[in-house]
């Protein structure tokens, strides 16, 4: 093995294609998926507790944080379920090409950001 060979350690300088970058939100959504969980199961045991329990958190769902964290959480699934159909239309066999990928990132970003718009709009 070449001892010699060239080494970039430094991991700002390397320009990612765009199937990678739609790759790696694809993991970053999934990570928030599973912390949002939690805060998921909160509000469900919240609402399940009693009628007061219920009517303090659809009062809490009008703050601003709430909305806030709940548009994430649903921008962070529609992104999920978006970029997971591609994925699961590639093991397909479809759009496995250098050039298709490229295409299918794109429509997996434009949809993402629609998904998240919408997301936005109903939240707020």
Do not use: Q
């Not at 199961?41 to 009628?51: I, N, T, W």
């Not at 548009?71 to 590639?90: N, T």
């Not at 490229?102 to 709009?121: C, D, F, N, R, Y």
């Amino acid at each position: 093995m070449n001892s010699n060979r060239p080494k970039n350690l430094d991991l700002t300088t390397i320009e990612l294609p765009l199937p990678a970058k739609a790759s790696i939100l694809h993991r970053i959504s999934g990570f928030a998926l599973f912390f949002a969980v939690a805060f998921m199961l909160c509000a469900l045991a919240s609402s399940l507790e009693s009628e007061s329990s219920f009517a303090e958190l659809k009062a809490a769902f009008d703050g601003v944080w709430v909305k806030l964290i709940t548009w994430g959480i649903l921008s962070a699934l529609g992104y999920h379920i978006i970029a997971g159909v591609k994925h699961l239309l590639m093991d397909m066999g479809i759009g496995e090409s250098k050039e298709s990928g490229h295409l299918g990132a794109i429509i997996t970003l434009i949809a993402g950001a629609i998904v998240i718009i919408l997301a936005g709009v109903w939240v707020w």
